[in-house]
């Protein structure tokens, strides 16, 4: 079992930036692929980003490409979503995710371990 915690959500204006942050409770934390999903209001939990283990690949929700950027640390068992140009649309609750293999990396079902999420609100 991998506990995954979501931290650096708060409260932004229009165009401002942040960075989430999923700390993992165990190293095989690093031979997994890590996602970012995000749910608003009444809404699905949607896919936003995601990394391989290795960092070679990375995939993006089409709304927030050349916004966002996913990263992480293997070594500090951490990824993180930097979020910079914020709107007012990209409020929602945000949550990490943790997968074993390649296959359906935007697929919400795919993914075998998930954290609390952390709140992200930015204010028009």
């Known amino acids: 079992q991998v506990r995954l915690v979501e931290s650096g959500g708060g409260l932004v204006q229009d165009g401002g930036s942040l960075r989430l942050s999923c700390a993992a409770s165990?190293?095989?934390?690093?031979?997994?692929?890590v996602g970012w999903f995000r749910q608003a209001p009444g809404k699905e939990r949607d896919f936003v980003a995601a990394i391989s283990w290795n960092s070679t690949k990375a995939e993006y929700a089409d709304s927030v490409k050349g916004r966002f950027t996913i990263s992480r640390d293997n070594a500090k068992l951490i990824a993180y979503l930097e979020m910079n140009s914020l709107k007012s649309e990209d409020t929602a609750v945000y949550y990490c995710?943790?997968?074993?293999?390649?296959?359906?990396?935007?697929?919400?079902?795919?993914?075998?371990?998930w954290g609390q999420g952390t709140q992200v609100t930015v204010s028009s």
């Open positions: 165990e190293r095989t934390f690093s031979t997994y692929v």
């Open positions: 995710a943790a997968k074993y293999g390649r296959g359906g990396i935007q697929r919400r079902g795919a993914y075998d371990y």
